[in-house]
């Protein structure tokens, strides 16, 4: 019988840091003989030995093999001492776990991404993937807005490298924008986007103040419910549906989830 | 009577039941009631005499559980060397007979064994306890003053699924074997111990259930609770007054033998060691559902004590056809709060239309 709750010991490679509380860690297995097969929106349960385990979403596309990369906000004990480590530091992986986005379903469509923080990370996996295999898609838009100028992460990317094969606009919440000088919440950049509902899909994610502005907004520029997709976050333990830490109701977002439509979401309506 | 799925049924005399457990710990570890303080546990006993097997009022103390998901459950050990961190699972592989269990706690057992496997996930923890236990029934001739399994289709004795049931016939036990396991335990070298079923056995063990059934004091129409859940029919206020009383102790989810809601954490022994844990949790602590960061999606009591009756009564029911409660009362003798499983659905029943 597997168990489930063996990790694989895998290895820092790179870090890069993002923003004062973002890294961002290349990782590969110990062993080259495991390889990494996953779907974009996925997560890894991370193990810090000593310090437990905690969900970390995937942002490197699949289409991008040998590695893996997770993009850590120091939020807690087990993500302050994953910030300690150095290149060749040995932590734990179990997974992948989750859904993962309907990639079937958005095929052919235009994909507006709306991210914010440290949100923009999941997506990334997606943006990415969708670049590399430009061809499925129609047009690609990324909205990204973040705290600060200092909050963005990924800022080459934002700036530079995805604007090649996708419109991307950012805003910040205060201060100066160097990116694009746009100030303001993401929901300010929807009315600058103009999609075509019945072509677009879109993905959202971001820190739970902000899906139900968006997702509302969205609604409101005529997509189908259907046609939203977002993200859930819930406290995890297991990441594969025995501790019962992430139910909505009578969903998990570690089994069922963590990518659900609005429409989903709004059969949610127990939060208990 | 028809339903009862013992594949052999034999008998043992009451005088037989020690030197029968002498000879299960000649070869394996063996838990059995014990007495404590007044109260009766059970324990793991290293003699046959330990074990306590006169009348007692049930269920015991604490279910057993324990036995197969513990409070404290070490499930890794890390260490970390020269070569790299090495991680161990630490997989219990202790076999085990357990004597005088009660139909409510089998019947949890076996709607634990539901959710451990579900969704094609196997908890290789639970199962391999679950392999290596045998499990011996003691079914109830008479039943608590807080026990509703009779309601609660779990009982007062186990219809399937058990190694052996034993039924109290006043000098000896009918010995109704359900399993492998359960021949195992009765033939072979136990063999001697035991002789043929009495002629009436079908008869006795039907009146008998009559007599225990009729027996029952606490009433708890279950599935019209999990009608009323269905249908969104209890009022909120219903909710907020009996959250209001809830202390926060756990103490509801850790004696329910249905209650499977665990924790993990590492604990370190120095720089270079230590274990990963699973500990029981419970879903009416605030922590539960807390966020880094803050958020915390169940923040309010309310929430977190329906959370606990919408799982139990309803969600459960949905995946499994059970419901996450036995009826084994233990949440009625515990609850400081007086807003158990058994008063609650009461509360719902007389008011919540
Ligand atoms: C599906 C999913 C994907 C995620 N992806 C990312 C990501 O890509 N990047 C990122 O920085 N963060 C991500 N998070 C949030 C991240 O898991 C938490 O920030 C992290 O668990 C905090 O752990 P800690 O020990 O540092 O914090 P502490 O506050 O010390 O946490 C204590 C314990 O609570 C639990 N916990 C606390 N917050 C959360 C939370 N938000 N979600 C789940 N469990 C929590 C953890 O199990 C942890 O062991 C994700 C969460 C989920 C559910
Ligand atoms: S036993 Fe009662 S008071 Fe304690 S947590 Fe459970 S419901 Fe609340
Ligand atoms: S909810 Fe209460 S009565 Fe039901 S099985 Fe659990 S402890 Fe026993
Ligand atoms: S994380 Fe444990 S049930 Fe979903």
Redo the contacts between chains.
């Keep these: 019988?597997?168990?489930?709750?063996?990790?694989k010991?895998a290895m820092i490679d790179k870090i890069s840091q993002e923003t004062p509380d973002v890294k961002m860690f290349t990782i590969k297995y110990?062993d080259p003989k495991d390889e990494f097969h996953y779907q974009a929106g996925q997560f890894f349960m991370v193990?810090v030995?000593?310090?437990?385990?905690a969900p970390i979403s995937i942002t490197s596309s699949p289409t991008r093999k040998g590695f893996v990369e997770l993009a850590v906000k120091n939020?807690?004990s087990l993500?302050a001492e994953l910030h300690k480590m150095r290149p060749g530091a040995?932590i734990?992986l179990r997974g992948p776990y989750g859904n993962g986005f309907p990639l079937k379903d958005l095929k052919g469509f235009d994909l507006l991404f709306v991210g914010g923080g440290i949100g923009l990370a999941p997506l990334r996996s997606l943006i990415n993937q969708a670049i590399d295999e430009k061809s499925n898609y129609g047009r690609i838009m990324i909205l990204y807005g973040a705290r600060t100028h200092a909050d963005m992460v990924f800022k080459t990317e934002v700036s530079q490298t995805w604007r090649k094969a996708a419109e991307v606009i950012t805003t910040v919440d205060m201060g100066e924008n160097l990116c694009d000088g746009n100030v303001g919440l993401v929901t300010t950049l929807l009315p600058k986007v103009k999609i075509d509902v019945k072509k677009t899909k879109t993905i959202v994610c971001g820190?739970?103040v902000m899906i139900p502005f968006v997702l509302s907004d969205l609604s409101k520029m005529g997509l189908a419910d259907t046609d939203i997709i977002s993200t859930l976050?819930?406290?995890m333990?297991?990441g594969?549906?025995?501790?019962?830490?992430c139910?909505?109701?009578?969903k998990y977002v570690c089994?069922d989830g963590p990518v659900f439509t609005y429409a989903e979401m709004k059969l949610m309506t127990?939060?208990? | 009577m028809g339903q009862v799925c013992a594949i052999e049924t034999k008998a043992i005399t009451k005088d037989n039941i020690r030197p029968w457990l002498a000879a299960m710990l000649e070869e394996t570890k063996v838990i059995a009631p014990e007495e404590s303080h007044g109260d009766i546990l059970y324990e793991f006993i290293d003699s046959a005499e330990e074990a306590f097997l006169d009348h007692y009022e049930v269920p015991p103390w604490m279910s057993i559980k324990r036995f197969f998901f513990p409070q404290m459950d070490t499930i890794l050990k890390y260490k970390k060397g020269p070569a790299g961190i090495i991680v161990e699972p630490a997989v219990s592989e202790l076999k085990r007979v357990i004597f005088g269990v009660r139909a409510c706690d089998h019947t949890a057992l076996t709607f634990c064994d539901k959710w451990y496997t579900a969704d094609g996930l196997k908890d290789v923890y639970y199962l391999k306890r679950r392999e290596n236990s045998t499990i011996i029934n003691l079914a109830c001739n008479k039943p608590g003053k807080n026990c509703f399994c009779v309601y609660a289709d779990s009982g007062p004795f186990a219809k399937t699924n058990f190694d052996v049931q034993l039924v109290d016939f006043g000098d000896e036990y009918l010995v109704e074997i359900g399993s492998p396991k359960g021949r195992a335990i009765t033939g072979g070298r136990y063999a001697a111990l035991f002789k043929p079923a009495p002629q009436n056995a079908e008869e006795k063990r039907f009146e008998l259930l009559l007599e225990s059934k009729g027996q029952f004091k606490t009433f708890v129409d279950q599935s019209t609770v999990t009608d009323k859940l269905k249908k969104d029919e209890v009022p909120d206020i219903l909710w907020e007054n009996m959250a209001k009383r809830c202390q926060n102790c756990g103490g509801c989810s850790y004696v329910c033998p249905c209650c499977i809601c665990f924790n993990v954490v590492d604990k370190q022994i120095s720089e270079h060691e230590g274990y990963r844990i699973r500990t029981w949790d419970n879903c009416t602590f605030a922590g539960y559902t807390l966020m880094a960061g803050g958020h915390n999606p169940r923040g309010k009591q309310k929430d977190r004590f329906m959370r606990r009756y919408y799982h139990k009564l309803f969600y459960e029911f949905d995946k499994f056809g059970e419901r996450g409660c036995v009826g084994c009362g233990r949440c009625t003798t515990t609850c400081p709060g007086k807003i158990d499983m058994a008063r609650i659905a009461r509360s719902i029943l007389m008011r919540g239309a």
Excluded: D, Q, W
């Excluded at chain 1, 019988?1 to 990790?7: I, K, Q, R, T």
């Excluded at chain 1, 594969?240 to 830490?245: A, F, G, I, L, T």
């Excluded at chain 1, 139910?247 to 009578?250: A, C, K």
């Design positions: 019988m597997e168990n489930l709750y063996l990790p010991i110990k193990s030995f000593g310090f437990g385990e939020a807690g993500t040995e734990g820190p739970p976050e819930r406290h333990k297991c594969v549906c025995k501790c019962n830490h139910n909505i109701g009578p089994l127990r939060e208990f």
